[in-house]
């Protein structure tokens, strides 16, 4: 019904910028919160940051400052802006949509994960 599709991964140097997108597709009638998600290999995955339908947002604390994420809702996509990057945020980063689709359910949608490597 709803596929994501994620792109802006990839090698960078500490200190380094990355731009990750998610565009969202198929039967949506409202995307509500957007958020991404990170896991690092032999690590939980986690929460890296949220935003709502209204643009608030949220971040784990060990990004806050570092790490900006926004959405354009017209087009259904979501960026997250990684500046300053640590060999820590090493891990594949995931996006999720909590999305209304036209058949009248909502659901959680996942995208299948872009790889972030960030070399010291």
């Known amino acids: 019904q709803v596929q994501l599709v994620e792109s802006g991964g990839g090698l960078v140097q500490a200190g380094g910028s990355l731009r990750l997108s998610c565009a969202a597709s198929?039967?949506?009638?409202?995307?509500?919160?957007m958020a991404w998600y990170r896991q690092a290999p032999g690590k939980q995955r986690e929460l890296v940051a949220a935003?709502?339908?209204?643009?608030?947002?949220n971040y784990t604390d060990s990004v806050k400052g570092r790490f900006t994420i926004s959405r354009r809702n017209g087009a259904n996509t979501m960026y997250l802006q990684m500046n300053s990057l640590k060999p820590e945020d090493t891990a594949v980063y995931y996006c999720?949509?909590?999305?209304?689709?036209?058949?009248?359910?909502?659901?959680?949608?996942w995208g299948q994960g872009t790889q972030v490597t960030v070399s010291s």
């Open positions: 198929g039967s949506i009638f409202v995307v509500n919160a």
């Open positions: 935003i709502t339908s209204g643009g608030t947002t």
């Open positions: 999720t949509d909590n999305v209304f689709v036209l058949q009248g359910t909502v659901d959680d949608y």
